[in-house]
T-cell receptor, first 114, second 112 residues
Framework: EAGVAQSPRYKIIEKRQSVAFWCNPI?????LYWYQQILGQGPKLLIQ????????DSQLPKDRFSAERLKGVDSTLKIQPAKLEDSAVYLC????????????FGDGTRLSIL | GESVGLHLPTLSVQEGDNSIINCAYS??????FIWYKQESGKGPQFIID?????DKRQGQRVTVLLNKTVKHLSLQIAATQPGDSAVYFC???????????FGAGTILRVKS
């Protein structure tokens, strides 16, 4: 089966600019996650969707980050305005269900803020 | 586990030897645990998972051991190969909803 698709693979922007990332999960996976991975650290959850509803966005910096999952399939994550500390890899993952299911990750978008 | 930033612990093993990667988790209420392998420039790749009602689970060349008494998880890789070189992360799910909390990671280097 096709894996989780993410684009773009790389993005370089200046601080205070905006950026958007796109994710297409594995077909049939109801749950979708966005993670931030800073160099040398494990991924940190930003937001979790179940179909097109938000399950957990407690760690999403809502003053600058937003995410949506229209129609319960693809998702976009946006940052506006970007700060230097947002430089990281943004990973999307999907899972079949909501509990005790392995999450399958895409290869991420590497974001560099100048 | 807490992040150690860029100074990840490193395990170096000889090709063909067995590897054991350890992980201490933080939440005694966690009921699901998972190991991921991450190669440079790629996303984490699922290796094996285990539920809290088990203490051992085996896959192909890998075994996960869970000790809930001391909140410890380990990943054993048999006959380690150069392709096993990567960063390995353990993750725990502390509550219903499949939220994963990742540990800091361990670098595995396989010497030929």
């Amino acid at each position: 089966e096709a894996g989780v698709a993410q684009s773009p693979r790389y993005k370089i922007i200046e601080k205070r600019q905006s950026v958007a990332f796109w994710c297409n999960p594995i077909s049939g996976h109801a749950t979708l996650y966005w993670y931030q991975q800073i160099l040398g650290q494990g991924p940190k959850l930003l937001i979790q969707f179940q179909n097109n509803g938000v399950v957990d966005d407690s760690q999403l910096p809502k003053d600058r980050f937003s995410a949506e999952r229209l129609k319960g399939v693809d998702s976009t994550l946006k940052i506006q305005p970007a700060k230097l500390e947002d430089s990281a890899v943004y990973l999307c993952a999907s899972a079949l269900g909501v509990s005790n299911q392995p999450q399958h990750f895409g290869d991420g978008t590497r974001l560099s803020i100048l | 586990g807490e992040s150690v930033g860029l100074h990840l612990p490193t395990l170096s093993v000889q090709e063909g030897d067995n590897s054991i990667i350890n992980c201490a988790y933080s939440n005694s209420a966690s009921d699901y645990f998972i190991w991921y392998k991450q190669e440079s420039g790629k996303g984490p790749q699922f290796i094996i998972d285990i539920r809290s009602n088990m203490d051992k689970r085996q896959g192909q060349r890998v075994t996960v051991l869970l000790n809930k008494t001391v909140k410890h998880l380990s990943l054993q890789i048999a006959a380690t190969q150069p392709g096993d070189s990567a960063v390995y992360f353990c993750a725990e799910s502390p509550e219903y909803g499949n939220k994963l909390v990742f540990g800091a990671g361990t670098i595995l280097r396989v010497k030929s």
